[in-house]
């Protein structure tokens, strides 16, 4: 009987040993969804705004720069990495606020590292990674203006972007304030400075970090005032499409150890530091969102 279980148990130790190379195959072999598709195709696409400093913008060489830029762009290096790619392209795809949710739906884009604010409801069409950056709706303003709180807001004219959480941020701030405002709809950030530079709006409505990023880039930025208003909460996240579980622990897992590393630092240093450091908001989201292995 001795005998009989040992000539059984070296029989299923043999069958183990042979059987690695194909667990193993099959576990390479099982990809699925964008971690697939980055494999085969060693193209990962990323999507960006055009005029969204210091998050994600077109510098000066012509090419995608920022803060969620650096983000996405260490998320690729993990990614790369854990598929084994001697090389990895990155798709540079430019979205706008109106059409960046749709980009991710229809595929065009894997992973949209810009400004976006992850909610509740656009997580009925897309999904979130871990939060990346903590802001507040705000005004850009000039001292002309007179802008210092919202009795001040009267009758001005707030430049807005439509379809963003700003704006429906702004409209219920305003609703419980009982102020009314001339709403100008500008299609992106550039285009909401340029109506504050050009006296067609009073203030422009966006995220403050957004908006100290294009006063501070300004030609001119003592011209541009950002009244202590703040009117929501802004968890930025980058966007990718639903039902992919191992894409987003991809994503998460090399966000998580950005933050668990400490090497976010320099990068919040090399974008933001100008501004001062962390607020403890978002020295507790990176500390909360360093999630162990």
């Known amino acids: 009987m001795k005998r009989d279980m040992k000539f059984v148990l070296g029989a299923l130790l043999a069958s183990l040993v042979l059987a690695g190379p194909a667990l193993g195959q099959g576990k390479a072999q099982g ?26 913008f077109m510098g000066p060489d012509k090419r995608p720069t920022g803060y969620s830029i650096d983000l996405c762009m260490h998320v690729a290096g993990v990614i790369q990495k854990q598929l084994g790619l001697a090389n990895l392209k990155l798709g540079w795809v430019p979205v706008t606020a109106q059409n960046r949710i749709e980009m991710v739906v229809q595929g065009k884009v894997d992973l949209e590292c810009s ?45 807005v972007i439509p379809g963003t959480t700003t704006e429906k941020s702004l409209a219920e701030y305003l609703k419980t304030e009982f102020v009314t405002v001339q709403t100008v709809r500008v299609k992106d950030h550039a285009e909401g400075f340029a109506a504050l530079e050009g006296g067609l709006a009073d203030a422009f409505a966006s995220d403050r970090g957004v908006l100290i990023g294009l006063a501070v880039t300004s030609k001119d930025p003592k011209r541009f005032l950002l009244p202590d208003l703040v009117f929501s909460y802004e968890p930025y996240a980058l966007m990718m499409r639903r039902n992919d579980a191992a894409f987003r622990l991809a994503v998460n897992r090399a966000l998580a150890g950005l933050y668990r590393s400490g090497s976010i630092a320099p990068i919040y240093e090399r974008w933001l530091g100008t501004f001062g450091k962390p607020s403890q908001p978002l020295q507790a989201m990176y500390l909360l969102n360093g999630l162990p292995e």
Do not use: C, H, W
């Not at 697939?36 to 994600?56: A, M």
């Not at 897309?126 to 009795?151: E, I, K």
């Open 31 to 56: 990809l699925d969804g964008t971690l697939k598709k980055i494999k085969t195709s060693g193209v990962l696409n990323i999507g960006y705004r055009e005029s969204s400093p210091p998050f994600s």
């Open 115 to 159: 400004t976006t604010t992850a909610s509740l409801s656009r997580q009925e069409r897309v999904d979130f990674s871990l939060m990346t950056f903590v802001d507040g709706g705000g005004l850009l303003t000039t001292p002309g203006a007179n802008l210092r709180g919202s009795a001040d807001l009267a009758g001005k004219r707030i430049a």
